[in-house]
């Protein structure tokens, strides 16, 4: 068969099931990533009121946020 007569079968949509669970997970690792960085960064500067914990963690937050609307915006 050549390229002119090959049919033209319609693209499979991803399961929205799949991908709406693939971006919860990416969520939940940056928002674990910011928390975590903040602990150890906190840990490594002997702090006692974890600053860096809270601050990371609050940023991690907003950029999964703006990841998950960014994506789902996105066609």
């Known amino acids: 068969m050549n390229e002119q007569n090959k049919p033209n079968f319609p693209k499979k949509q991803p399961n929205l099931y799949v991908k709406y669970s693939g971006m919860g997970i990416k969520m939940a690792l940056i928002m674990g990533g910011g ?3 903040g602990i150890q ?5 002997g702090l006692k009121f974890p600053i860096f914990t809270l601050v990371l963690a609050m940023a991690s937050v907003f950029l ?3 990841y998950f609307i960014k994506d789902f915006i996105k066609k």
Do not use: E, F, P, V
């Open 35 to 37: 928390t975590y960085g």
């Open 41 to 45: 960064l906190d840990k490594y500067l």
């Open 64 to 66: 999964a946020i703006y």
